[in-house]
């Protein structure tokens, strides 16, 4: 019996033994008793499709898309599996379906499928986009893994697609649900004035990483390399340009600033109600992997993503922002009080205070689109039913998102940015703005 950080490595060698034996499953189970966290009778289960499943290489355990695999099954039938890599796909299908999922290595056979009521996405980000809008158009609702996007260009189409299809899609930022309800509580304690006036947010994302020069070699044969680099510039294969590690690429990624800022730019910009606007401007400082020259990387074998990494954010009604590659987490400072929050404690007077003033269950509730706050996979099912807008939705990430890539791109031209909110635009710098979108290679542009 395999348990489920079985390797990549292992899989292969027993692969010949997969039809006889059986993986032990652990299914996601939320804490809350709302509708929106029973699993529900199995001739109204949904058919979803999984597409990009995700391996994290000489590392023991899964990528994002098995693991939304593991917690869809409480709400879905998958009933199709797609991934550029063959092994990842049949790997994928024996351990969320028994085998019982169509395989593919190309998503658009998938989204053709009218018995698929919905999607999930996990590719690398630089698909995202591509394979969501292309689903919304054929009718199905999405969820994505974040970072959504992979210019400011593209959260705008998503935006501009939603709107047209009516489609129910979440956003894999599993914060806004999860994690004991940490984050709800700060937005809440932020909101509700426990703190007073906001002065200052102070993010940490952790450093980036270093690596490289890298040798370049053939693909693996059950890897459809020239599929897996989709819109991107086709260059030769370099095994770090893959799978998880492709988030230290500024082709197919935007680093820390992009994946942890997903998460807790997210937060921050939710708690001060500015979850549908952006910052007034933007600048920092940082190190790269390798020297760059006019914004773009010099070297094709290296890291070329921000290591360490400071960015100012200046937002409406005087509240600064920072960015940073320090301590993980979140620190609100207000002219009340301060506390810091994090995936694995939310502390401060603000916080020990709740214990004779907590925050009611109706606040939480309103913040969670008046349901119950509980399982971010079973959120969208739930939105899926009742057609509601999702916790995490496309409109707020978009501007979360917005927020990170002007990060990214200030920290690259290395200058200050100023951002017109209303229009999307950075303000009177036409070299800046051309970076608000991205060439994509022929045969794999966004329509």
């Not at 299914?27 to 979803?48: D, M, Q």
């Not at 379906?97 to 190309?106: G, I």
């Not at 698929?116 to 158009?137: C, F, G, N, S």
């Not at 970072?147 to 189409?157: A, F, H, Q, R, V």
């Amino acid at each position: 019996m395999k348990n489920r950080h079985s390797t990549r490595r292992e899989f292969i060698k027993n692969s010949s033994n997969f039809l006889a034996g059986g993986l032990g499953l652990s299914l996601y189970a939320g804490t809350s008793s709302s509708a929106a966290e029973k699993p529900i009778l199995k001739n109204s289960r949904p058919n979803v499709a999984l597409i990009g499943t995700g391996w994290l290489p000489d590392v023991k355990r899964h990528g994002r898309g098995i693991e939304i695999g593991r917690q869809a099954k409480s709400f879905f039938d998958i009933v199709a599996i797609c991934d550029v890599d063959r092994v990842a796909a049949e790997y994928s299908s024996h351990f969320l379906t028994k085998n019982k999922a169509k395989l593919y290595e190309n998503y658009e056979n998938i989204i053709k499928r009218k018995d698929i009521d919905a999607v999930l996405i996990a590719t690398p980000d630089h698909w995202h986009t591509k394979i969501a809008i292309e689903a919304m158009r054929e009718g199905k609702d999405i969820y994505c893994e974040k970072p959504l996007t992979l210019t400011i260009d593209e959260g705008k189409n998503i935006c501009k697609v939603v709107n047209e299809t009516k489609t129910a899609f979440q956003v894999g930022t599993q914060q806004r649900s999860e994690n004991e309800g940490r984050f709800l509580k700060a937005v809440a304690l932020v909101q509700s004035g426990r703190i007073g006036k906001v002065k200052k947010i102070t993010i940490g994302l952790d450093k980036g990483l270093t690596g490289g020069p890298f040798k370049t070699e053939q693909p693996p044969s059950n890897l459809n390399w020239d599929l897996w680099l989709g819109q991107a510039p086709k260059v030769p294969y370099i095994k770090e340009r893959s799978h998880w590690r492709f988030r230290w690429w500024h082709e197919y990624s935007g680093g820390k600033l992009t994946d942890w800022g997903a998460h807790h730019v997210d937060i921050a910009q939710w708690a001060i109600g500015m979850d549908q606007t952006g910052p007034l401007s933007i600048e920092g400082t940082a190190t790269f992997p390798q020297p760059m020259k006019n914004g773009f990387p010099t070297r094709t074998d290296t890291y070329n993503m921000p290591v360490d990494f400071e960015v100012i954010c200046q937002f409406p009604n005087n509240i600064v922002m920072e960015i940073n590659s320090k301590n993980n987490g979140i620190l609100f400072e207000g002219e009340k009080g301060r506390f810091f929050v994090n995936r694995r404690k939310l502390v401060g007077k603000p916080v020990e205070e709740l214990k004779n003033n907590p925050i009611s269950e109706e606040e939480l509730f309103e913040l969670y689109g008046g349901s119950k706050p509980g399982s971010h996979m079973g959120n969208f099912f739930e939105c899926m039913n009742n057609r509601k807008t999702p916790v995490s939705d496309v409109f707020t990430h978009h501007r979360t998102l917005t927020t990170c890539h002007l990060a990214n791109i200030a920290l690259r031209l290395g200058r200050k940015l100023n951002w017109d909110a209303k229009q999307e635009q950075i303000i009177n710098d036409l070299e800046a703005n051309s970076w608000l979108s991205r060439e994509q290679r022929k045969g794999f542009e966004i329509t």
